[in-house]
């Protein structure tokens, strides 16, 4: 898979990245008392390539990635610590804060 979908949400203080593997749009997980919900309205944006999602993700003030694709290409340019990964059910999940 080499698409996400990709959402950029602004305001005068901050800029919000989402991105989720496409597979994963309107799919609810969980694990115990963990719920991930990738619910469309926050997720599903432009369905756009890995490489410009990752590039989005690197200017965000906040970023919000679920899925083994986003979340792996994001480990694997250094963007997301592996250590910072929460798996529900399975699937990845991770947010960036950078203050």
Known sequence: MDE??????HD?????????????IGETFLEGKL???VKA???K?????VTHA????DSADIANLVGSCIVDAAVQERLVDPSAIV???GIPHVQIVRI
């Open 45 to 49: 944006g432009t369905k756009t390539a």
């Open 87 to 89: 798996r529900i059910a």
């Open 35 to 37: 719920k991930l919900e």
């Open 54 to 57: 990752l590039r989005e993700i």
């Open 41 to 43: 309205d926050f997720y």
């Open 4 to 9: 996400v979908y990709l959402k950029v949400f």
């Open 12 to 24: 005068s203080n901050y800029r919000l990245v989402a991105a989720c593997d496409s597979g994963l």
